[in-house]
């Protein structure tokens, strides 16, 4: 029978701090697995640390922001025929070991999607209020637009099989913030989502995407126009995949 080919995506963006404990944990405890960081044109050495660790690296010409650095990843992967992928972040939040439980997950169910969700039941993740808030509000209205319960929408650590590859890496609208409203989207289309309970960590150092005050106020707005406007775009268009 043919092997499984799995890549870890990893998208940095001055993670120098980080990202050596996290290829570290990955050849650790996903040893089977590829490993590729796409270097979002970081200011600091997160190049050459990746490299120094004998990791493939992308480095971006200009800083494309997650989600494009996400879709060079995901191109990557459909080109060099992976089967799965694994998303991670570079800050050291998502584990190499609960990742493992994404892809028993989705080989096992035979889904499209398996999503590492920090709440589906409670794994004692510090969670800041506001984030909570955020969750649960997108939560509820993918269960409003689709009638499924997915309990962390906002989690990018996801693993994903060939049919999802192929799909994002063509996708010419690839949505800046890839959370609820991708998963609207998804499940619009008819793909199958489901999720694990992992456990996850705080960021140790460094700055947040959503750092501050208006970067969450932008993205809450943002995430909420995207989503009406593609239940209104698929409203009686639902198939199933």
Known sequence: MKKNKILFIIPAYNESQNIEKVLKDIKKNVNYADILVINDCSKDNTAEIVKKNGVKCITNVFNMKYARAVQVGIKYA?????????????????????????????????????????YLVDMGYPCPLFRRLGTKFFSGLIKLFTGKKIADPLSGFQCLNKDVINYYAGCGNYPEFPDANLVIEMLLKGYKICEVPVKMKLRETGESMHGGIWKPIKYMITQFYICVVLVIKYAGKRRVK
């Open 78 to 118: 459909r080109d060099n025929d992976y089967d799965y992928v694994i998303q991670m972040d570079a800050d050291g939040q998502h584990l190499a070991s609960e990742a493992e439980k994404l892809y028993k997950e989705i080989k096992k169910k035979e889904t499209d999607i398996v999503i590492g969700s920090r």
